[in-house]
Each structure stands twice: as C-alpha cells, then as structure tokens.
C-alpha cells in the first residue's frame, strides 16, 4: 500500500471537518505533502485522488492549536495566505505576513495559564511592535466561535498594511 493510497483510504471512510482536520495534522511537512501531491498526479485517474488533491489545496500545516487550524484554513478557503508559526526574529508567529508584517496571535487558555506566560507574551509584543510589527490578538474562543469575523479583520487589515507599505514604495525588513 502506497502512502497516497493511505490518504486515499482514509477519504473514503472520513468526511467533513474530521478529514480536514487529518490532513493537516497528518501532513506534518511540506516534503510530503509534495509526496502525496506527486502520487496523486501519477495516479490520476484513480478512484479517491480527486478527493486527495482537493484536500491537499487548502491544507494548512504546522499549526499548533485547534483554533489556528480552523483560522488558517478559513483564510485559505479565501485564497488568502499567511505563514504558520513563522520565525520573527527569536519569536514565532501564530500566523505571518512578513510583507505588511502583521502577526496574529490565537492564545488558548492551555499556554496562557500562568502569570509568567502572559506577562511574557505582553514584553514579546512590545518589542515586536517597537521593531514596526502589528500584532492582532484572538482568544480561541473568539476564533473558534466567530472564525468569520476574525479572517475577516485579519485580511482587511493585512490589505490595509500591504497597501500603505506599497503606497510608501519601501520594503520593511523581513527581521
């Protein structure tokens, strides 16, 4: 049985959010999604890699929280697109968009239970938004209870930073 085949396997019998849900967390790096994608070409014609490949799109890697999940792959049902638990300097990002240099933060209540924690995340944001980053803070709860309003602020104001960036005709350093 081919790795292909077990995705295809597995498309057959799950549906819904729970498929999603498995592909991006089983697809734990871009190689094999390349993988997968590349099995699906060759076999093309096969009963499931429609369903393989339509789920392979939106796929949203490497995120941490239920919640980011959800996020992302809101975004990405959009066409829009923002880097997950991206690297900015010593800090990740939830998600990043290093050309308007927004990072969007989704706290659950699982990392933020100690004082240590929060204070921690408030210093890191200061130096992020001393160093001309914005940062857009959702509670899971938010994100998972009105995921449509949250992309939608998140895109408007991505749109909003990529066109004032561009309208100055600078390049901000990726940092």
């Not at 096969?46 to 995120?63: E, H």
């Not at 857009?136 to 749109?159: C, H, K």
């Amino acid at each position: 049985m081919t790795l292909a085949q077990v995705f295809v396997d597995v498309a057959a019998t799950v549906t819904g959010v729970e498929l999603e849900r498995f592909f991006d967390t089983a697809i734990a790096r871009p190689e094999l999604r390349r993988r997968i994608a590349s099995a699906c070409e060759k076999s093309r014609g096969m009963a499931g890699m429609k369903t393989v490949r339509r789920q392979l799109r939106p796929c949203c890697l490497q995120t941490r929280s239920e919640a980011e999940r959800v996020v992302a792959r809101a975004m990405s049902a959009r066409h829009f697109f923002m880097e997950i638990n991206a690297r900015v300097g010593p800090y990740f990002g939830d998600l990043v968009d290093f050309r308007a240099r927004v990072i969007v933060e989704i706290d659950g209540r699982e990392f933020h239970t100690s004082s240590s924690a929060f204070d921690g995340d408030r210093r890191r944001q200061n130096v992020l938004v001393l160093q001309g980053w914005l940062v857009l803070r959702y509670s899971a709860v938010q994100a998972l209870g009105d995921t449509r309003r949250a992309v939608d602020e998140i895109i408007e104001v991505v749109r909003r930073r990529r066109r004032s960036i561009d309208a100055a005709g600078r390049t901000l350093p990726r940092t």
